[in-house]
């Protein structure tokens, strides 16, 4: 099959002229529908949240499931930055987990009270900066480590997005706890890549459920539950995703216990 | 070559002689999904959208268009439908299209929506076209979904995220894990083609003889 | 980035998650080709060396291009276009260098634009954001699973198709069953390298 030099150059031309006019009308539509995907994404992490935290999220009352989200005091690891348009963005610090762990005094809390002063100014708020890391990173899930705290019933609530790796990708986690880390109210997932159907299944409420009220052993943490007998820091894993689960429980403990501990140090206690 | 009637067509590729049955066509793009049911459902209704639309695109240029750029044009029309396809599944059905994940951006290689817009786009008139295009993915529908039907409910006991077993079905590890995998996926549909091709075989096997022929000697 | 190890992820789409196997990409050149053992070698190979070439140029686009314009809902289009012309390209190599092996595989060549497997090897790439070291592994490592998977079906099938098989699975059946068996098979290993 002789092909002529002209026939290559029309292809090629062609089929790149055909794809920027089929181009446009997709932009549009991408355009017209982001907005949409991402208001989603984020009501789903203000409901994951709040009911990690122990604290009411129904989806069918998202106005008030919002309300409730602004009222929590939000923090996070980073500074502040000016992008190339000159636009104020936080620019999250890399965290050491094992020196955290040793030393909670490391945890360095943004915003502090000049950054808070500088997100006035610029008329940002501290919502603005959530949804904007969440916007940012729904394609790669790795969302960086966030902290709430709110009162709720006269007692102090504490919760925050942590991310580890996962089997496939990452894995972030929405997990709350109280005053003095002796029972994590709630754990949710926010964002995950594993096997559809087997490490999939961690978004399942069966699985989930597991985390609500669970208590922690002071060094250990969580564990997997050895058949037949539970134990009250441990849950089950899900048959067929080892790897994922272990995941699930070496993000808890490793990340989000140590970052909870540091930051209940600091914000803890009225 | 005379065109086809809407009737032709829907009973072509509706009924149980259809290609996805006898030559298992077009399935890889979708058997990973089949044990949801939503998830079957949604992604062979976005199938049969997308050979539906890109049927009628190619019909509509097909005398406008020389031979050797037909090929890609008709690549960049299937992509251009599946783009848009998965662009809508993103914003209204959100966390389906997370859960179907890459699948549906592989309908742009399944055999089906390449083999009609490839037959008979270009030899029919559009809205035809459209139709036959439709009703082949409606085909697809069928076999896929009875499979769902099958793994969903050993797999997770629920239809279409409606318990249909006991919640003991599923709690501690009661369910039929190899279902959720991949084996039982490959097992059902061979069994699902053993059954409609031995009917199959049977029907051309009366149709052609007095007196029912061995099916043994006829393949 | 991805935190899999390089052995790990190697092992894995190899075997524990095989692109045809478990993910059932692949399928319809898979069934077609399987009958016979040369061609099945033949297009194995050919698939090894499209995904890893496929891999290699997607990755830069995607990081480079992709990413920073906020285009990644055009992936789609980059992918096949350049699957395309990788195969294109392939071809004219191939008939070039050697005419030999142009007669023997060229007509499954452009079967392969078809596969699934190659467009899902780089959509996989994509959702779990590896590095460029780590698409390379994912690509070589899909294709050999690929071609360890037909080439045993392929040798299966010349014995299961010399013993009487029922008439209504004939040909795609009695292959779909053996795709179920080696799936289970190849869920076996997972034991090995403690991966899921």
């Known amino acids: ?270 | 070559m005379s065109t086809p009637t809407f009737k032709q067509v829907t009973s072509e590729n509706l009924n149980l002689n259809n290609p996805v049955l006898v030559q298992v066509l077009g399935i890889c793009s979708t058997l990973a999904v089949t044990n949801k049911l939503t998830n079957t459902l949604i992604m062979t209704v976005g199938v049969s959208l997308v050979t539906a639309f890109a049927n009628y695109t190619l019909s509509w240029i097909r005398h406008l268009i020389a031979r050797r750029v037909r090929m890609i044009f008709q690549v960049l029309a299937i992509t251009f439908y599946v783009v848009l396809l998965q662009l809508i599944l993103n914003a209204f059905v959100p966390a389906v299209a997370r859960s179907l994940g890459p699948y549906v951006g592989l309908i742009i290689t399944n055999c089906i929506v390449m083999g009609r817009t490839e037959t008979f786009a270009p030899a029919n008139p559009p809205l035809i076209s459209w139709w036959d295009g439709f009703t082949s993915g409606l085909g697809y529908m069928l076999v896929l979904g009875l499979l769902a039907l099958i793994r969903e409910p050993l797999a997770f006991g629920t239809i279409l995220d409606i318990p249909v077993f006991p919640p003991e079905y599923l709690s501690s590890g009661n369910n039929w894990t190899i279902a959720i995998m991949a084996p039982s996926a490959f097992f059902l549909l061979a069994i699902i083609l053993w059954v409609f091709k031995t009917r199959a075989l049977k029907i051309e096997a009366a149709a052609k003889a007095p007196k029912p022929a061995t099916a043994g000697g006829e393949a | 980035m991805s935190y899999v190890d390089p052995i790990t992820l190697l092992f894995a789409s190899i075997f524990t998650s095989n692109i045809l196997l478990s993910n059932f990409l692949g399928t319809c050149s898979f069934i077609a080709i399987s009958k016979d053992i040369g061609s099945s070698n033949g297009l194995g190979i050919a698939v090894i060396v499209v995904l890893v070439l496929s891999s290699a140029i997607s990755w830069p686009i995607l990081h480079y291009v992709l990413i920073p314009f906020n285009m990644i809902y055009l992936d789609l289009f980059v992918y096949i276009i350049i699957v395309a012309a990788v195969v294109q390209a392939l071809e004219m190599i191939i008939e070039r260098v050697s005419p030999a092996l142009y007669m023997s595989l060229g007509i499954y060549l452009p079967l392969i634009v078809a596969n699934c497997a190659i467009l899902g090897v780089v959509l996989f790439m994509e959702i779990r954001n590896y590095d460029f070291g780590q698409s390379i592994i994912f690509g070589a490592g899909s294709g050999i699973g690929w071609w360890i998977a037909i080439v045993a079906a392929a040798a299966m099938r010349k014995r299961i198709d010399k013993n009487p098989v029922p008439a209504g699975l004939q040909g795609p059946g009695i292959t779909l069953i053996t795709m179920g068996f080696m799936s289970m098979a190849f869920v076996g290993f997972s034991g090995i390298l403690r991966v899921q």
């Open chain 1, 1 to 270: 099959m002789k092909i002529n030099k002209d026939g290559h150059i029309f292809t090629i031309s062609f089929t790149f002229f055909m794809t920027v006019v089929l181009v446009f009308p997709l932009t549009l539509a991408y355009v017209g529908t982001k907005p949409i995907a991402d208001a989603y994404w984020l009501d789903q992490h203000v409901i994951k949240t709040l009911a990690s935290m122990g604290l009411p999220a129904d989806a069918k009352n998202i106005e008030k499931a919002r309300e409730e989200y602004k009222k929590l005091d939000k923090y996070t690891i980073g500074k502040l930055a000016k992008d190339s348009a000159g636009k104020l963005i936080v620019v999250y610090d890399t965290i050491d987990y094992d020196a955290i762990a040793k030393d909670p005094t490391l945890l360095h809390l943004f915003p502090s009270d000049s950054d808070r002063a500088a997100l006035a100014e610029a008329k940002m708020t501290m919502d603005d900066v959530v949804s904007k890391a969440l916007q940012d990173n729904s394609y790669t899930g790795n969302i960086p480590a966030f902290f709430y705290v709110t009162e709720a019933d006269g007692q102090k609530r504490f919760g925050g997005d942590f991310t580890g790796p996962g089997l496939w990708g990452n894995v972030s986690l929405a997990v709350g706890s109280n005053a003095d880390l002796s029972e994590i109210s709630g754990m949710r997932v926010l964002f995950n890549v594993e096997t559809p159907g087997l490490g999939g299944r961690i978004e399942e409420p069966g699985f989930t459920a597991q985390f609500d009220k669970i208590k922690p052993a002071s060094n250990v943490g969580l564990v997997f539950n050895h058949p037949g007998t539970p134990a009250p820091n441990g849950f089950d894993a899900i048959s067929g995703a080892t790897i994922t689960s272990a995941a699930i429980k070496d993000t808890i403990n490793q990340r989000a216990l140590v970052l909870l501990k540091a930051f209940v140090a600091q914000k803890g206690g009225s």
